[in-house]
């Protein structure tokens, strides 16, 4: 069950990252940065955000707090005046950080404490946590890039109209176990096998 529960988990991370991979490439450089007021965070601070988050959190995940004296949360909530490029850069950077932690993970790790602020977590505590908190600011990020690229968006999930082609697709094959994500991880990775 503990393997399973790993599998599932790098599963899930991958399919997150690649909802967010799939939003930055639909939208022009400048929408990266835009901010609806100056209470609200660009796609650059959410980005700055995740990858702080992530890097914080996974570096020596099993033997030191979760939240790293050299990380300064606020600075990450900042106007982000970045290129694209940087910022791919920043959000790749935390999600190796996450993914070289995360594969390094045995069923016997599951239980064992660890901290984020002096407060323990089982480690599947801390990774539920962390699978929370990444898909709420994932989500954020699609919106935006959804109302930014306006009627060019093209759909990360079931476009509109189709839910029930969608249903019937699903439920004309035989019952099975698979993961929620094997389609989608598995369609994207024969579409950049084509690309390339």
């Known amino acids: 069950m503990n393997d399973n529960y790993l599998a599932s988990v790098k599963k899930q991370f991958l399919y997150y990252k690649q909802l967010g991979d799939k939003t930055f490439a639909q939208l022009n450089d400048d929408a990266l940065i835009w901010q609806f007021n100056e209470d609200s965070n660009s796609i650059a601070m959410i980005v700055s955000h995740i990858s702080g988050n992530m890097r914080s959190r996974f ?12 990380r300064i949360r606020d600075e990450e909530f900042e106007p982000q005046e970045t290129s ?25 790790d599951l239980e064992r404490t660890i ?61 099975q176990n698979k993961h929620f994500t094997d389609d989608v991880l598995n369609n994207s990775t024969a579409n950049q096998s084509s690309e390339s």
């Not at 791919?88 to 950077?93: C, V």
């Open 115 to 175: 901290y984020i602020r002096n407060e323990g977590h089982t480690v599947v505590e801390a990774i539920n946590r962390q699978l929370a908190h990444y898909p709420y600011h994932i989500g954020q990020i699609v919106m935006l890039g959804k109302m930014l690229a306006k009627d060019g968006w093209q759909s990360l999930s079931i476009p509109r109209g189709q839910s029930q082609n969608y249903n019937n697709e699903k439920f004309a094959q035989p019952k």
């Open 59 to 70: 570096t020596d995940f099993l033997d030191t707090d979760g939240e790293k004296a050299w």
């Open 84 to 108: 694209r490029e940087e910022l791919l850069i920043k959000w790749e950077k935390g999600w190796e950080c996450l993914f070289n932690a995360v594969n390094a993970l045995t069923s016997a």
